[in-house]
């Protein structure tokens, strides 16, 4: 197996790159982005005025005939007819098709699947960095895009304990799961005879039996993305920016799995002319290293309410806009702050891939990210890596600030009241880290 990464800024050819390579491809595919909507735009699908997939009298989808990759027939699981997704990804890699997906999906191949990837020799797209480490829950089943009855709470957002990690420690403690010394469950079969009590324990027996559960602090239950599932492919291509600040690249590290960084595109320098952002005594508001993190926001009633009204006088006074102008972000448990004023406007700050703000050029980031403790400590008893939680939270905010036209090469409005996050953009626009995860590893 061989890994490379193009690592490059937003909107300086990534993908453009990547269809340019696919087109070329002998072997069949395997994109995987995190939306729908971009892989509909791998696949060139024809849609009709109700967007809804065409397809002829012999009901075979319609593409684009302009589509640089029409020849190569792209197409993405579907459910129906008695199956899920999960049934369809698998038919369509029996038949060697070229296929695009979402990253849920991908994450829950299973064995069966892992050998038809083999045998029939694909390689892999990664659009954006693989989601590798979660909190683990289990939730009541609900039809959802992977059919799986999971959720993988957003890292940020998941403190405590949940209902899953009550049950896991109570399996631990009656001995039907061990742990070992690097805090990988084991589901022990000889020590459970009772049948399964639903979906909860069905789901964590499944997940140990795949080694992808992990106890944290002894409490926190982590799930991992299968490293065998990487494996096997015959090449894995990655589309990122600051890959190296990622928790994607400490699990290929822990693997001793050797990839090629491609560093390639602008500063950007190019565009700090583009970005005003704005200053004042509208920050003050942020001024302390912890402000607006997740558990100052969580707490605070009164620095919520503060923010509320920063947030109507950035979007009303300072930059007189429309609705469809504007785009911020917050966690989630500060997102109800404005009462159902900016709803449209919000958008999960973990958001990477989507084109549907593009036209946006008022942004606020209402937040001040560090990295998952419980993860931190996960990849700490496995390794000596380290993640660097400034890298790491500027990654994430350019990722978001770049839903925005500034993908278009279009000047934007930045509020930003953390002073923590400004001053790490402010450098980051000066070319501070642009040596950053240049070379190769």
């Avoid at 849920?104 to 480490?133: P, Q, R």
């Avoid at 589901?187 to 009772?194: E, G, I, M, P, V």
């Avoid at 990622?246 to 822990?254: D, P, R, T």
Wanted: charged share 30%.
């Amino acid at each position: 197996m061989s890994i490379v990464v193009y690592d490059a800024m937003c909107g300086q050819g990534k993908t453009e790159r990547i269809i340019k390579e696919i087109a070329e491809k002998v072997n069949p595919v395997l994109y995987i982005s995190p939306l729908l909507s971009e892989v509909d735009r791998v696949c060139g699908y024809l849609f009709d005025e109700d967007s809804k997939r065409m397809k002829d009298d012999d009901g075979n989808l319609m593409y684009q005939e302009d589509h640089p990759l029409v020849n190569k027939q792209f197409v993405s699981p579907t459910k129906g007819w008695g199956f899920n997704k999960s049934d369809s990804i698998r038919i369509l890699l029996q038949e060697g098709r070229n296929i695009a997906s979402t990253h849920s999906l991908f994450s829950m191949l299973d064995a069966e699947c892992l050998k038809i990837i083999k045998d029939n020799s694909y390689e892999l797209i990664i659009d954006e960095e693989l989601c590798v480490w979660k909190k683990f829950q289990v939730q009541e089943y609900k039809e959802s895009e992977n059919d799986n009855g999971l959720d993988f709470l957003e890292e940020t957002e998941s403190r405590g304990m949940s209902k899953t990690d009550k049950e896991v420690a109570n399996l631990i403690a009656n001995g039907v799961i061990e742990v070992d010394p690097i805090g990988m469950l084991h589901w022990q079969d000889d020590k459970y005879k009772l049948a399964y009590d639903g979906l909860m324990q069905v789901q964590i027996k499944k997940a140990c039996d795949a080694h992808q559960l992990f106890l944290v602090s002894n409490k926190a239950v982590y799930w991992e993305f299968s490293v065998d599932l990487l494996k096997s492919f015959d090449r894995v291509t990655i589309l990122t920016y600051l890959f190296e600040s990622s928790y994607f690249s400490k699990y290929l590290n822990y693997y001793n799995i050797e990839y090629k960084l491609e560093k390639f595109g602008n500063s950007p320098k190019t565009i700090k002319h583009l970005v005003n952002i704005v200053e004042g005594k509208i920050n003050d508001i942020g001024d302390k290293e912890t402000a607006l993190s997740f558990t100052n926001l969580s707490k605070s009633t009164e620095t919520r309410k503060v923010l509320n009204k920063n947030l109507n006088n950035f979007f009303r006074n300072i930059c007189k806009s429309k609705a469809e102008d504007r785009l911020w972000t917050t966690y989630k448990c500060a997102k109800d702050m404005t009462q159902g004023r900016h709803k449209a406007a919000w958008l999960a700050f973990s958001t990477k891939a989507t084109n549907d703000y593009i036209n946006c050029k008022d942004v606020a980031y209402l937040c001040n990210n560090y990295p998952n403790v419980n993860i931190g400590m996960l990849i700490n008893t496995r390794t000596d890596e380290t993640v660097d939680k400034d890298l790491w939270a500027l990654s994430n905010m350019i990722q978001f600030v770049f839903r925005s036209r500034l993908r278009k090469g279009e000047p934007i409005n930045l509020y930003v009241p953390s002073r923590r996050m400004r001053e790490l953009f402010k450098r980051w626009l000066d070319g501070e880290f642009d040596e950053v995860c240049k070379g190769t590893n």
